[in-house]
């Protein structure tokens, strides 16, 4: 039987595009060339499946766009705000993503981008670099101690919880904001607050892990920094679309947030401005799930959901 047509928006670790090329026709972009929503339409004619990327915008007009042979959508990310499920649903696509496999990768980014944010990391490394460290001192960049701080969770999902196994490793005493509470035994002994005051109001070390969308568009406003203790850390791994840019940058300004470590931001790969110019604040340029095995194991269960869509089964990674 012939084997259907993917096409492929990004290029992948090697090993990931090896697999895709055996068990499918698949249409690589191995240079990674910028594709152009509009071109999407051409590339994909004939394709049975998509296998898309967090950098893919398929929105309903870009979905509809779609000639009707796609009936399968991967994406190469945990993260599916930049597809328009609903519209998906209603054309007949049936999508998954890729959760688990990068759950540690990203926790692990977010302590670094705590311990980057309050032992101020970033202006250390700068100093260095541009050689203007004159040599030790004792009042020199002081930071803040994360060990046995609290850190408040924003989002107890996957990668949250791995934050919790890491970050109590530092004695941290943990703190959980989500829609529901877990059950005990996944809790690690972290505290659950049904109510973002409480919760925002012990969390002198804040980590975002909530899930991007229109949902949680800019929850980290200025009402709510302003309920963070003074002097708090923020860390945010998910997406930028959490947090209202200005008002953090106000608060980064003011000193309210001491500092805060970024990976991810609103309309990237543009950064507000307002951050380029602050010292406090450490920039990534979106590495939370970058290590070479964890993008082979997205890869590949990308491609496994993929494949089980296309055979009419429904695999435990579906979200449509
Ligand atoms: C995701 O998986 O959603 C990340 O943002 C990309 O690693």
New binding site residues.
């Given amino acids: 039987m012939e084997k259907p047509v993917l096409l492929v928006t990004r290029r992948l670790p090697p090993a990931v595009e090896a697999r895709a090329a055996r068990d499918f026709q698949a249409r690589l972009n191995s240079e990674d060339r910028p594709i152009a929503g509009n071109e999407l339409p051409r590339l994909a004619t004939g394709a049975a499946a998509i296998l898309a990327?967090?950098t893919d915008r398929l929105d309903a007009p870009a979905l509809a766009a779609l000639p009707e042979s796609v009936r399968v959508i991967g994406?190469?990310?945990?993260?599916?705000d930049h597809i328009d499920c609903a519209a998906a649903k209603a054309r007949g696509i049936a999508v998954c993503?890729?959760p688990e496999v990068?759950s540690v990768a990203?926790a692990e980014l977010a302590m670094l981008l705590i311990l980057a944010a309050a032992r101020r990391a970033g202006e250390g490394e700068r100093l260095v670099r541009t050689a203007r460290w004159s040599g030790w001192t004792p009042t020199q960049l002081l930071g803040i101690g994360v060990s046995g701080r609290r850190l408040g969770i924003l989002g107890m999902g996957r990668i949250g919880r791995e934050l919790t196994r890491i970050a109590r490793g530092f004695e941290m005493e943990i703190h959980y904001h989500d829609i529901a509470r877990l059950p005990p035994e996944r809790e690690q002994g972290a505290i659950f607050h049904a109510d973002d005051r409480s919760f925002l109001a012990a969390s002198e070390i804040l980590s975002l892990h909530a899930p991007g969308g229109a949902g949680t568009r800019h929850w980290l406003n200025a009402e709510r920094i302003a309920l963070l203790p003074k002097g708090a850390v923020i860390a945010n791994?998910?997406?930028g679309t959490l947090v209202d840019d200005a008002a953090l940058i106000s608060a980064l300004r003011s000193g309210h947030v001491a500092a805060a470590g970024l990976d991810?931001y609103e309309g990237e790969p543009r950064v507000h401005p307002g951050y380029l110019e602050l010292e406090n604040v450490v920039l990534l340029p979106?590495l939370?799930?970058?290590t070479l095995a964890?993008?082979d194991a997205?890869g590949f269960l990308a491609l496994d959901g993929i494949a089980a869509l296309l055979n009419g089964t429904s695999p435990p990674n579906r979200v449509v």
């Fill in positions: 990327a967090p994406t190469f990310s945990v993260g599916f993503n890729t990068l990203t791994a998910a997406r991810v979106h939370g799930s970058a964890t993008r997205m």
